[in-house]
């Protein structure tokens, strides 16, 4: 006589390693964080010293941008072409404050209710493509300060 097939034992193999292996794919296993990006806002400090350099506050940003030529750019719309045209306005003041390392400008970037959030972190990588060192988020708006002269020059 034939044996029957056994079809209950692949069946409850696979009930008992299936919850294992989606566990093991979770976070229960794996702590460990990953960052790509942090960003460090000024913060409202009563007790501002220009003095103290580790100091970073919207008083100190500002005043350290009072003398200086500023451009500023509103992105009030999010229709498309307007605003690739804006980011690429952008863009290029950003290239040019850069590569001339214009330290006596600031390039100020004014969000509203309406932009994304996909226009914020582009606005993010652009500082990172452009290599601009020096730049802050504040009151809805990016700082973007122009790069010190290098030693050698």
């Given at each position: 006589m034939r044996?029957?097939?056994?079809?209950?034992?692949?069946?409850v193999m696979s009930l008992l390693f299936i919850p294992i292996f989606i566990l093991h794919d979770t976070k229960f296993f794996h702590q460990e964080e990953v960052s790509c990006l942090k960003l460090y806002l000024p913060r409202n400090d009563?007790?501002?010293n220009k003095r103290n350099t580790?100091?970073?506050?919207?008083?100190?940003?500002?005043?350290?941008?009072?003398a200086k030529r500023k451009t500023e750019i509103y992105l009030t719309t999010y229709e498309?072409?307007?605003l690739a045209q804006q980011?690429?306005?952008?863009?290029?003041?950003?290239q040019r404050?850069?590569?001339?390392?214009?330290s006596n400008e600031v390039l100020i970037v004014h969000l509203n209710a309406?932009?994304?959030f996909y226009t914020f972190v582009e606005l993010i990588n652009m500082t990172i493509k452009t290599r601009i060192k020096r730049w802050a988020f504040?009151?809805?708006?990016?700082?973007?300060l122009g790069n010190e002269l290098p030693d050698y020059m």
């Amino acid at each position: 006589m034939r044996r029957p097939k056994l079809i209950w034992e692949p069946l409850v193999m696979s009930l008992l390693f299936i919850p294992i292996f989606i566990l093991h794919d979770t976070k229960f296993f794996h702590q460990e964080e990953v960052s790509c990006l942090k960003l460090y806002l000024p913060r409202n400090d009563p007790g501002y010293n220009k003095r103290n350099t580790l100091q970073f506050t919207e008083q100190g940003v500002l005043a350290d941008i009072k003398a200086k030529r500023k451009t500023e750019i509103y992105l009030t719309t999010y229709e498309p072409d307007i605003l690739a045209q804006q980011m690429d306005l952008i863009m290029l003041e950003m290239q040019r404050l850069s590569f001339y390392n214009k330290s006596n400008e600031v390039l100020i970037v004014h969000l509203n209710a309406n932009t994304r959030f996909y226009t914020f972190v582009e606005l993010i990588n652009m500082t990172i493509k452009t290599r601009i060192k020096r730049w802050a988020f504040m009151r809805d708006a990016f700082y973007y300060l122009g790069n010190e002269l290098p030693d050698y020059m």
